[in-house]
């Protein structure tokens, strides 16, 4: 290339990077993956250091000398004390061998002791204490200062408010000091709201990082709240007084441990570039049991005073580097493009493949997002496409081998109309997505009942999926008002011997007319309201004809959430729900035909503290009640119920066949109790902790 044209490559590889740290860091959308994105900057960094003079003439401000920018609208920024850097990174063994071979020269030691740790793929943050008490968390930001995210990190349960008092490594006890770390969803939370998501036929989040990112990111912590965010926290930022540091970065991570904050699970100690390579090699084969997603190791040399003297570039430290796992990725025949539509009418592609092992697993199926990814990827019916699991756990396709497309492979035309109902398909304003606006779409209508009618919602034993699917087949169910019209004459006909299940049916129709006030909130499918936000209206609104002419000074006043837990989007989601005429009118019909669900009972102030901060771990199967059942008591009590034992949880109430939550239980000491200490505890007396 001559140097116009290196000039121009420059340019268009520094506008590239850019719009990728835009999507990746400010909306936690990324369009390319990580090995993309690292071979864009490669080509950027090898360019500029071959061709200076035409770097400096491209432009005065270069993607690879600063890190990039999480910034975004509506937070207050903080300047940090220490600059927050990012890592220079490598997918090369090779590399991370010349690393070491740098620092030895640099520092002069032929010697070094490294520490190798598990690199997490989550949100940089910096917390900060000040004489042991919590006062800040800051995003990294651009490196010098930061989005103050305070509020909401203060919803994860396992960031401690105040340090414990214990055995400092320091010289002195600091008064102030900088912990780094990151901010991440557990693959079992990530899970938990894909298959929510499944279950509407509304598009997967495509993984855990992304996420976190964005939901740290939201401006009302009563939202952030709804999705259960953890951290880790291994850095050392700025200390007060200075200098005051442990000797070596594992005894920092042993300090943090001791002050009783969440912190890396597992490191190694070597002495030699081959020990690095073992440890990380070992990482590999364990890293698929971590409850977070790892991306890679982070090698970082052991001697904090030898770090200080190695020191930095103008973006990351030189005593530190990161290794990248490589994704695993499959190629295989893009059989077809197939299209779901969602309980709200969203347009979902899904890659029909032919069978491919990946990952531990044989894929079939994957996500292709949308629309505008399918035309910025030219995905084909027909082509071979590379597929890789999003965060070690969703399928996705993420290229095609142009180089075995067949003439007969043509770009794929999104429909203009629901492919179920042939209704003109809406892109609505700020959306990406497409929708079928048609409510008797009778995919939405099958969506929208079985939502109501499930477990989660007002329950009605006898109208599962292949049930729903043949009375709204009939014409007999075309809203979920018509579940209570259905007539007995019409449901004989189905079949022979049909009759005790016709009446059994009908039973739990009437029944479910009774069900729990937040039940029958929870399946009407308001958008963001979901079971733990509908018990919080449930409960404050009393009905559901309150609830449905409330106003947006019964959920915000003064710019304060008025009920715990519902912030302004869901607010306004519910607002904008009763808005709509035809909402209004299911709610009257469902009424008229004598659905009157059941309020929650008054919470006593005795009745709410007795379990006040109190968090359960149930596990096994009860003796006379159901999982759900003691959920319910516990909520009441003023207590929570989580998914995962951790050193937080108060008590695992465990039942028979308990499984691996018991054990784990055991190993960490947490209480364990039975069904009849539970009912005891109830009734106002203490645990009995060896009860099981």
């Known amino acids: 290339m001559n140097p116009d044209e290196i000039r121009a490559r420059i340019k268009k590889l520094r506008a590239d990077i850019a719009h990728h740290d835009e999507l990746y860091y400010r909306k936690a959308e990324p369009e390319i993956s990580d090995v993309e994105y690292d071979r864009l900057k490669k080509s950027l960094t090898e360019l500029e250091d071959a061709h200076p003079d035409c770097a400096q003439d491209a432009s005065a401000d270069s993607p690879t000398e600063r890190v990039g920018d999480d910034r975004t609208e509506g937070f207050a920024t903080y300047t940090h004390r220490e600059r927050m850097m990012s890592l220079d990174n490598t997918y090369s063994e090779t590399e991370l061998r010349e690393f070491c071979a740098r620092l030895e020269k640099l520092l002069g030691r032929e010697e070094l002791t490294y520490v190798v740790e598990p690199k997490i793929d989550g949100l940089a943050v910096s917390v900060t204490y000040e004489h042991g008490k919590l006062v800040r968390a800051v995003t990294r930001g651009n490196g010098v200062e930061g989005d103050d995210i305070t509020a909401n990190a203060l919803t994860i349960k396992t960031l401690p408010r105040t340090l414990k008092k214990g055995d400092d490594l320091f010289s002195q006890s600091p008064d102030l000091i900088e912990i780094r770390g990151e901010i991440f969803m557990t693959t079992a939370e990530f899970q938990r709201i894909n298959k929510l998501r499944e279950e509407a036929a509304e598009p997967l989040y495509a993984n855990p990082r992304n996420l976190a990112a964005g939901t740290i990111k939201q401006l009302d912590p009563r939202e952030v709240a709804q999705r259960k965010l953890e951290i880790v926290l291994y850095g050392l930022g700025a200390c007060e007084p200075a200098p005051a540091l442990p000797p070596t970065q594992h005894d920092w991570h042993e300090q943090v441990r001791a002050w009783g904050l969440p912190t890396l699970e597992k490191y190694w100690v070597v002495k030699s570039a081959d020990e690095i390579c073992d440890a990380i090699r070992e990482l590999d084969k364990m890293r698929e049991k971590f409850a977070y997603a790892t991306d890679g190791a982070v090698v970082k040399l052991d001697s904090i005073p030898l770090q200080r003297e190695a020191g930095a570039t103008s973006k990351a430290p030189r005593w530190a580097m990161a290794y990248k796992f490589a994704p695993e990725r499959a190629e295989t025949r893009l059989n077809a493009i197939t299209i779901q539509v969602g309980r709200t009418g969203v347009l979902t592609p899904v890659a029909e493949l032919e069978p491919v092992h990946l990952a531990g697993s044989t894929v079939q199926r994957a996500t292709l997002h949308n629309r505008d990814e399918i035309a910025r990827k030219d995905i084909r019916v027909g082509d071979f496409v590379y597929v890789e699991k999003a965060g070690e756990i969703i399928p996705a396709v993420v290229g095609v081998?142009?180089?075995?497309?067949?003439?007969?492979?043509?770009?794929?035309?999104?429909?203009?109309?629901?492919?179920?109902?042939?209704?003109?398909?809406?892109?609505?304003?700020?959306?990406?997505?497409?929708?079928?606006?048609?409510?008797?779409?009778?995919?939405?209508?099958?969506?929208?009942?079985?939502?109501?009618?499930?477990?989660?919602?007002?329950?009605?034993?006898?109208?599962?999926?292949?049930?729903?699917?043949?009375?709204?087949?009939?014409?007999?169910?075309?809203?979920?008002?018509?579940?209570?019209?259905?007539?007995?004459?019409?449901?004989?006909?189905?079949?022979?011997?049909?009759?005790?299940?016709?009446?059994?049916?009908?039973?739990?129709?009437?029944?479910?007319?009774?069900?729990?006030?937040?039940?029958?909130?929870?399946?009407?499918?308001?958008?963001?309201?979901?079971?733990?936000?509908?018990?919080?209206?449930?409960?404050?609104?009393?009905?559901?004809?309150?609830?449905?002419?409330?106003?947006?000074?019964?959920?915000?006043?003064?710019?304060?959430?008025?009920?715990?837990?519902?912030?302004?989007?869901?607010?306004?989601?519910?607002?904008?729900?009763?808005?709509?005429?035809?909402?209004?009118?299911?709610?009257?019909?469902?009424?008229?035909?004598?659905?009157?669900?059941?309020?929650?009972?008054?919470?006593?102030?005795?009745?709410?503290?007795?379990?006040?901060?109190?968090?359960?771990?149930?596990?096994?199967?009860?003796?006379?009640?159901?999982?759900?059942?003691?959920?319910?008591?516990?909520?009441?009590?003023?207590?929570?119920?989580?998914?995962?034992?951790?050193?937080?949880?108060?008590?695992?109430?465990?039942?028979?066949?308990?499984?691996?939550?018991?054990?784990?239980?055991?190993?960490?000491?947490?209480?364990?109790?039975?069904?009849?200490?539970?009912?005891?505890?109830?009734?106002?007396?203490?645990?009995?902790?060896?009860?099981?």
């Open 401 to 692: 081998n142009t180089a075995k497309r067949a003439p007969e492979c043509v770009p794929f035309v999104y429909p203009e109309k629901c492919p179920v109902c042939e209704t003109p398909v809406v892109q609505l304003e700020g959306e990406v997505a497409l929708r079928c606006p048609n409510r008797e779409c009778p995919v939405q209508v099958r969506r929208r009942v079985r939502h109501f009618a499930s477990k989660a919602c007002v329950d009605i034993d006898g109208l599962g999926e292949a049930m729903v699917d043949t009375v709204v087949e009939k014409g007999w169910v075309r809203s979920v008002a018509d579940i209570y019209r259905l007539r007995r004459d019409d449901l004989m006909t189905l079949g022979k011997s049909v009759e005790k299940s016709t009446d059994n049916l009908l039973a739990a129709i009437e029944t479910s007319k009774r069900a729990d006030l937040w039940r029958f909130i929870h399946g009407l499918g308001i958008t963001h309201i979901g079971a733990s936000a509908s018990k919080d209206l449930a409960q404050n609104f009393r009905s559901i004809d309150a609830l449905a002419k409330s106003k947006y000074e019964d959920f915000i006043l003064e710019k304060k959430t008025v009920i715990e837990g519902i912030g302004e989007t869901m607010a306004l989601a519910i607002i904008e729900y009763f808005n709509e005429p035809q909402n209004r009118m299911l709610v009257g019909e469902l009424l008229a035909l004598g659905v009157n669900p059941t309020p929650p009972p008054e919470r006593s102030a005795a009745t709410s503290a007795l379990f006040a901060g109190k968090t359960f771990v149930l596990t096994g199967t009860l003796p006379t009640m159901t999982r759900e059942q003691a959920t319910e008591k516990i909520e009441a009590a003023g207590g929570k119920v989580s998914g995962s034992v951790s050193k937080k949880t108060s008590y695992v109430l465990a039942g028979a066949e308990a499984g691996s939550k018991l054990a784990k239980a055991e190993s960490l000491g947490v209480p364990v109790i039975d069904e009849a200490e539970f009912v005891r505890m109830l009734d106002g007396g203490g645990a009995d902790t060896q009860a099981v």
